[in-house]
């Protein structure tokens, strides 16, 4: 009987031994990869919504040894998601993908779209034709690749930089004017694990009240650059609070220039352009810069 006993806790002993070893090979051989949306503003007031619908996303995943005709694509959605990107602005993201994949190394992302159009304010809907992006979808680079390691989750920003992806045709500054759109879709890949946030207000005095600005333009060059619209990294906007919020920039020492030009049917306030050197951005943190313009003379 005591024999009986002693085989019987050996057995579950290995029982529970087994289970064990094979949840760590598990644990080691799937993560997660979760994709957030967001969008570089639009500086156009006159475009009230730029909708697509996402509806399939796919990632190559790079073995060693292989080259881009032998990679497999993965499949990571597949279904109807709407997104008004002019929602997505200044930090706010949403969610495309949270699922578990084999871990490794994935260094191409293929985004399919349909669905595209732009609403003006004025109630406007021009529908927009899809290059490919339906049918082989938006390829994606991802430098540095982003590695997915057993057990854990890689995060990924898809920028979908809409000043450059919808090229507005006439004349752009007032609704009457414009004639329709062409869709070129540009969008950015970042590693969350390898990029930071840059944020922070942009403001002018009153007087002596400190008073918000949007609508200002803050791009970010690299350290030492000669400022040339071709050699900014990318832009953004300031919202009504004069907030400004840059996801995804990857580690490193940045320039920042910030510039403004309101204009209304009476009169157009310039202001002074401010530079900022030597910004550092560091991985998985935010940086705060804060910038206070006045009227130029």
């Given amino acids: ?3 009986i006993k002693l085989m019987s806790l050996l057995f579950l002993s290995l029982s529970i031994a087994l289970i064990s070893c094979s949840s760590d090979n598990k644990d080691n051989e799937f993560g997660r990869i979760a994709i957030q949306l967001t969008d570089a503003p639009f500086p156009h007031d006159l475009v009230a919504e730029a909708n697509v619908t996402i509806f399939k996303i796919e990632a190559r995943s790079k073995g060693e040894g292989m ?21 997505l602005t200044n930090g706010i993201t949403a969610t495309l993908v949270d699922t578990e994949v084999p871990a490794g190394s994935y260094d191409l992302f293929r985004v399919y779209v349909k669905g595209v159009n732009i609403v003006l304010t004025d109630g406007t809907v021009y529908d927009l034709k899809v290059p490919s992006g339906s049918s082989s979808g938006i390829k994606v680079f991802v430098e540095p690749n982003i590695i997915v390691d057993g057990g854990l989750t890689a995060d990924l920003l898809l920028d ?38 840059l944020t922070g207000n942009i403001t002018t005095l009153i007087g002596e009240e400190v008073t918000p600005l949007e609508g200002a333009q803050v791009s970010i060059f690299p350290e030492g650059s000669d400022f040339s619209e071709d050699a900014s990294i990318i832009s953004t906007f300031s919202d009504e609070t004069g907030m400004y919020t840059i996801l995804g920039l990857e580690a490193g020492i940045y320039d920042v220039v910030v510039e403004l030009i309101v204009e209304s049917e009476t009169e157009m306030i310039e202001y002074k352009t401010v530079t900022a050197q030597g910004i550092t951005v560091l991985a998985a943190n935010k940086t705060t810069e804060d910038f206070v313009l006045e009227v130029m003379e």
């Fill in 67 to 87: 080259d881009e005709n032998n990679a497999p694509y993965l499949l990571l959605m597949e279904e109807d998601m709407e997104v008004n990107l002019l929602d």
């Fill in 160 to 197: 979908f930089d809409v000043s450059k992806s919808f090229v507005a045709k006439g004349n752009r500054k007032d609704a009457e004017g414009i004639t329709g759109f062409n869709f070129k879709p540009v969008i950015k890949a970042s590693n969350i694990s390898t990029s930071g946030t």
């Fill in 1 to 3: 009987m005591m024999k």
